[in-house]
């Protein structure tokens, strides 16, 4: 197993238990680590609030407000986090598009809809990453989701998409720019799952049955297996990986 004791990492975008982030949690809560959440509303915090008591080693941990469309919370965020000492990593798991904007023709989409997508889906990581690399320690990780939508034109994805392909270039750009002081930042392209963001999409059921049918391992991969490859980036066994965009989605991106 996995031991990241003395280890301490921040997770953003935990909404509920079906949550990217909450199976990021559930992992490195069992390898020993420390985990921060940040949450945006009030209705989040009691949210995670209610998820702690199942996990074993983090029943008590540091909940902080940050809202992803916000500059000055987020600088707070991280401020508020480097008091109680440095970090070593962090997951990033925020992304969101109005409903309207996935369903339907792509052309349709308006200014309004595509800056919203691309600053909360894409450009909170790059501030994020700019506020965690003050308080990382030595040889930092820094992890954030995508999805297939990011590579291809995916029915229904639409902004999100491009959204998506934006984020992966951002995650390039910034393992460029703070690969300098030993920081990684990596990407996990995950399968469809059904979380909050993921019910928005027009036709989910459809293309989680795709998945099945069609992926090599013929299934769907779940919060924990997102969990498990997102320990690997953050800890020191992927110490020579940085800039890469990781698929667990079943093996299914190569056979489309």
Known sequence: MLNLENQRFVIMGVANKRSI????????????????????????????????????????????????????????????????????????????????DLRGRFSETSREGFLKAHSISSYSLTIAAREASKIMAENGSIVTTTYL?????????????????SLESNVRYLALDLGAQGIRVNAISAGPIRTVSAKGVGGLSTILHQVEERAPLKRNVDIIDVGRTAAYLLSDLSSGVTGENIHVDSGYHIVR
């Open 149 to 165: 939508g990011g590579e291809i034109a995916i029915e229904n994805y639409n902004v999100m998409g491009v959204a998506k392909a």
């Open 21 to 100: 982030g909450y199976g990021v949690a559930q992992v490195l809560d069992a390898a020993g680590a420390e985990v921060i959440f940040t949450y945006r509303k009030e209705r989040s915090k009691e949210a995670i609030l209610k998820l702690l008591p199942d996990l074993k080693n983090n029943s008590g941990a540091l909940v902080v407000q940050c809202d992803a469309e916000d500059d000055a919370s987020i600088i707070k965020a991280f401020e508020e986090i480097g008091q109680t000492g440095k970090i070593n990593g962090v997951y990033h798991s925020i992304a969101f598009a109005d409903p309207e």
